[in-house]
């Protein structure tokens, strides 16, 4: 795979931003895609922006796409939670059939064999289109509908499909990731709430591992 291109899929998080360093080793040309739905956090787009910057992709795609709301955004935020997990604040119905499907639409055109996502462990338990089921099934539709790909489709892969918080922060460790970069907290405010489900989540990983997180007590002004 190291000759080959891939587009990360960059959301400003510490899955994503293990994902953009895990591919600069894999790749010789790495490109980078995120995306501006309803109300994203600035933070988030911060964060986006900084580790681009810093780990020098050959593009980063800003896909603004305003229509596109978390459950809680849609309606006058009449979809309340199913459940008491804290996931659903961030849930967005066909996530990522939309918006692997428009990184399969830049890797068409510009002949990237790889997209990468940041699927972990632990998503796969909660969100659906998370899991190895349903990227093998984009996979399917991307093999049967491409083109330009010559017998050859560009590919989902999922390299922390196998991995909890912990395991993505000793990848991330190992990678030399700049955490102090990255942004996780799914509420707006000058550093990480330390409630929302991201942030406990962080937070005890952290904490499992004796180690203090370099992004909580950090401001992103990149």
């Known amino acids: 795979?190291?000759?080959?291109?891939?587009?990360?899929?960059?959301?400003?998080?510490l899955d994503s931003a293990t994902c953009?360093?895990?591919?600069?080793?894999?790749?010789?040309?790495?490109?980078?895609?995120?995306?501006?739905?309803?109300d994203r956090i600035e933070n988030?787009?911060?964060?986006?922006?900084?580790?681009?910057k810093n780990a020098s992709t050959l593009e980063l795609f800003r896909i603004n796409i305003p229509f596109i709301k978390e459950s809680s955004d849609f309606d006058g935020g009449r979809y309340?939670?199913?459940?008491n997990d804290k996931r659903w604040s961030s849930y967005i119905p066909a996530r990522n059939l939309i918006f692997y499907s428009i990184a399969a639409h830049y890797a068409e055109l510009l002949d990237i064999k790889?997209?990468?996502g940041g699927h972990n462990k632990d998503d796969s338990l909660f969100f659906k289109d998370s899991t190895a089921s349903f990227?093998?099934?984009?996979?399917?539709?991307?093999?049967?509908?491409?083109?330009?790909?010559?017998?050859?489709?560009?590919?989902?892969?999922?390299?922390?499909?196998?991995?909890?918080?912990?395991?993505?922060?000793?990848?991330?460790?190992?990678?030399?990731?700049?955490l102090d970069l990255t942004w996780s907290c799914h509420h707006a405010g000058e550093t990480h709430c330390g409630r929302c489900?991201?942030?406990?989540?962080?937070?005890?990983?952290?904490?499992?591992?004796?180690?203090?997180d370099p992004a909580i007590s950090t401001t992103i002004d990149k």
């Open 1 to 13: 795979m190291k000759e080959s291109k891939a587009l990360v899929m960059l959301s400003g998080g």
């Open 20 to 38: 953009l360093y895990w591919a600069k080793e894999k790749f010789t040309q790495v490109y980078a895609i995120t995306f501006d739905y309803y």
């Open 44 to 52: 988030e787009k911060k964060a986006t922006l900084a580790l681009a």
């Open 80 to 83: 309340t939670p199913l459940t």
């Open 114 to 116: 790889w997209i990468i």
């Open 135 to 178: 990227i093998k099934d984009m996979n399917s539709l991307i093999n049967q509908g491409c083109l330009y790909c010559d017998g050859k489709p560009y590919t989902i892969v999922a390299p922390l499909a196998d991995l909890d918080r912990i395991g993505i922060i000793n990848l991330a460790i190992k990678l030399k990731v700049p």
């Open 197 to 212: 489900y991201a942030c406990e989540s962080r937070s005890e990983a952290f904490r499992s591992l004796q180690l203090t």
